[in-house]
C-alpha cells in the first residue's frame, strides 16, 4: 500500500525558508514523478511543481518560479520542497502526490495517491 508522509510545514516570516518532506512507502521515488499543490483556505487546490521521472522539474503556479525548487533523496525515498523568499500568498496547505501516469500534470485528477497535507503559514 502506498503511503506519502508531508512534514516540515510552519508558521514562517516573509522571507524566511522552509523545507518540506514527502516520505515514502510502498513506492520507490526514485525516478517515479511526484507533483506538489497547495489549497488555501476558501480557494481550489492548484500544482506548485512538479518533479518528472526524468528528474526534470515543471513549474505549475508562476509565482513561485525562482523561489521554489524540489530534490529527491532517493535512499531516503523522499521528495522535498525548498521553499525560499516565502511571501503570505504561499500560505497554504502543501500537498505530495503521486500520479495515474508516468507524467506530471496540473490537474489533481490526475493523481492518485495523496499525502495528508502540512500547514505553511507564512505572517509577520
Known amino acids: 500500500q502506498v503511503q506519502l508522509v508531508e512534514s516540515g510545514g510552519g508558521l514562517v516570516h516573509p522571507g524566511d525558508s522552509l523545507r518540506l518532506s514527502c516520505a515514502a512507502s510502498g513506492v520507490t521515488l526514485d525516478h517515479y514523478t511526484v507533483g506538489w499543490f497547495r489549497q488555501a483556505s476558501g480557494k481550489k487546490r492548484e500544482g506548485v511543481l512538479c518533479?518528472?521521472?526524468?528528474?526534470?522539474?515543471?513549474y505549475y503556479a508562476d509565482s513561485v518560479k525562482g523561489r521554489f525548487t524540489i530534490s529527491r533523496d532517493n535512499p531516503k525515498n523522499t521528495v522535498y520542497l525548498q521553499m525560499n523568499s516565502l511571501k503570505p500568498e504561499d500560505t497554504a496547505v502543501y500537498y505530495c502526490a503521486t500520479p495515474l501516469s508516468l507524467h506530471c500534470s496540473d490537474e489533481d485528477g490526475a493523481y492518485e495517491y495523496w499525502g495528508q497535507g502540512t500547514q505553511v503559514t507564512v505572517s509577520s
Open positions: 518533479i518528472s521521472m526524468i528528474d526534470e522539474t515543471v
